[in-house]
């Protein structure tokens, strides 16, 4: 008997499934136009998503980046968790659901799950994708308002992803504020952008604010050691490029690499890492730089050279995200 494909390679030939009789040419206009409008001031509470070819063309093209984006912080905050299991999950603003699926990767099993948005078009289409995992046939797709009026039922685990750039202020911390009464775990996702960082310190502020602890990335539930307008955290999670990716973008490269910024927090004890990577290693010969974010809390250059033995070993390997040093 044949093991179940993993969940990553479920969702891509699902996704590819939405493309099939829909000309190439007609995906590729939608998602340009999608892009165009979400890169300017467009209501909540007016969908930009309008039919199922949107959607489809748009779950296609997007859906793959932000599973791996969301995967990767649920990854870093089930290392600082170990032994805990959601036995609930809510996702705010989820559309087509990619959250879902990143939560049923990382944690096995099925668990009672909703996930809430405005735009209908997008709820059904996520249903459909969702009948490609059993784990995810029972998932409650509800339509709903992303702000100041939402109200969550209590759940284990809440998933707010590329949302908080859509909302206005207000919205953005009665969203936060509503996650952090329901949940006993919060995670948050947005782009890895100097104003997507912003936000996700201004909720990390709010979370924490509300008495919970930092899991990931930081090392710490302290202020965050960059000097506003100096820097930004961000990661970067690499993604396997479709052909409508390449069509939109343009390039021969068979993956991207996704940038985000995140937040993962709980209400109650975490581990979080020693330090993280928070640069991509530079790799010189006999030596490899690490820029870390340490516990102090501070920003810290390491240099770990072949003297230091298997630990230039692991740092020859280490990624950009990873916790450091290495677990033994």
């Known amino acids: 008997m ?6 990553a390679e479920t969702l891509r030939a699902a996704l590819a499934g939405l493309l099939d009789g829909l000309p190439p040419r007609q ?3 939608a998602v340009e136009r999608l892009i165009a409008n979400y890169r300017g001031a467009t209501p909540t509470d007016a969908p930009i998503l309008r039919d199922r070819a949107d959607v489809a063309a748009y779950a296609a093209y997007r859906m793959p980046a932000t599973f791996e984006a969301v995967r990767s912080a649920l990854e870093a905050f089930a290392d600082a968790v170990p032994g805990w299991v959601p036995g609930s999950h809510t996702d705010v603003g989820g559309g087509t659901g990619a959250a879902a699926w990143a939560v049923s990767a990382t944690w096995g099993g099925k668990r009672p799950v909703t996930v809430l948005d405005w735009a209908e078009p997008a709820l059904a289409l996520g249903r459909e994708i969702a009948a490609a995992d059993p784990a995810l046939w029972d998932v409650r797709w509800q339509r709903s308002r992303i702000g100041a009026a939402l109200t969550l039922e209590s759940t284990d685990l809440v998933t707010v992803s590329y949302v908080l750039n859509e909302l206005t202020a207000p919205d953005r911390t ?6 952090a009464t329901a949940a006993q775990a919060v995670v948050i996702v947005e782009p890895g952008t100097p104003d997507g960082y912003a936000r996700v310190i201004e909720a990390r502020d709010r979370l924490v604010g509300a008495g919970f602890h930092v899991a990931a990335p930081c090392p710490h539930s302290a202020a965050c050691p960059i000097a506003p307008g100096t820097d930004w955290c961000h990661f970067s999670a690499r993604v396997s490029r479709s052909s ?3 069509q939109v973008k343009g390039g021969s490269l068979p993956y991207e690499d996704e940038k985000f910024s995140y937040v993962a927090a709980a209400r109650f004890p975490v581990t979080p890492a020693p330090s993280r990577v928070v640069r991509r290693p530079q790799i010189r010969k006999g030596q490899v730089l690490l820029d870390l974010c340490e516990t102090e809390p501070s920003l810290h250059r ?20 990873d916790s450091w040093p290495p677990a033994p």
């Open 302 to 321: 390491t240099t770990v050279t072949k003297r230091h033995g298997d630990l230039y070993k692991a740092a020859r390997d280490a990624d950009w995200g």
């Open 27 to 29: 995906a590729a206009q």
């Open 2 to 7: 044949n093991a179940p494909a993993p969940p």
């Open 174 to 179: 009665a969203l936060v504020d509503a996650a």
């Open 244 to 246: 409508l990716h390449r």
